[in-house]
Antibody, heavy 121, light 107 residues
């Protein structure tokens, strides 16, 4: 059974950086990509990007290019998402998702519990 | 980027009703379409992938249809636990955009 456990609540000031961790278990870590999705208060889901756990290649949404970095640590089966130069509109719940696939069809079937990040002066 | 537009929102219905939620893509995405259910304070849950494939463990009252640009999630007989927000998502190309969500409310 796949488990995805994220780090805890963060409160940051504008301009700071935050790193959210995502520890996985229950599958071969390098066989599945990891996406990050965020959800602002009362809003919908926003895909931020993904990282290939097999080779570390990343694909970021243009909105976050230059401010986000996604990395993985294979020995600990953990993924990380760093968001820099935080603004108040980065206040959101951040989800780590272990992607699934059936042939060419990618889907998000194993989600972390979410990490609340609040940006406030 | 591919824009995903959902309707209606919100949607009011009663237990036992048959409901349909639609999702329209701004360009052809074949059948690269997923549906998720989200309840307050929880992570989304995958219901349907590849437009019509039911995820393991999801009740058979949920079904998906469509291809190209127009898609539908149908719940054949609403149960109390189905009142939630539903999102579509395209996985045709990155960015893997989501629709804005459809909140299914009790009438």
């Amino acid at each position: 059974q796949v488990q995805v456990v994220q780090s805890g609540t963060e409160v940051k000031k504008p301009g700071a950086s935050v790193t959210v961790s995502c520890k996985t278990s229950g599958y071969a870590f390098t066989t599945r990509d990891i996406s990050w999705v965020r959800q602002a208060p009362g809003q919908g889901l926003e895909w931020m990007g993904f990282i290939s756990a097999s080779d570390g290649n990343t694909n970021y949404a243009q909105k976050f290019q230059g401010r986000v970095a996604m990395t993985t640590d294979t020995p600990t089966s953990t993924a990380y998402m760093e968001l820099r130069n935080l603004r108040s509109d980065d206040t959101a719940v951040y989800f780590c998702v272990v992607e699934g696939a059936s042939g060419p069809y990618v889907y998000f079937d194993d989600w972390g519990q979410g990490t609340q990040v609040t940006v406030s002066s | 980027d591919i824009q995903m537009t959902q309707s209606p929102s919100p949607l009011s219905a009663s237990v036992g009703d048959r409901v349909a939620i639609t999702c329209r893509a701004s360009q052809n995405i074949a059948n690269y379409l997923n549906w998720y259910q989200q309840k307050p304070g929880k992570a989304p849950k995958l219901l349907i992938y590849a437009a019509s494939s039911l995820q393991s463990g999801v009740p058979s009252r949920f079904s998906g249809s469509g291809s190209g640009t127009d898609f539908t999630l149908t719940i054949s007989s609403l149960q109390p636990e189905d009142f939630a927000t539903y999102y579509c998502q395209q996985s045709y190309i990155t960015p893997r955009t989501f629709g804005g969500g459809t909140k299914l409310e009790i009438k």
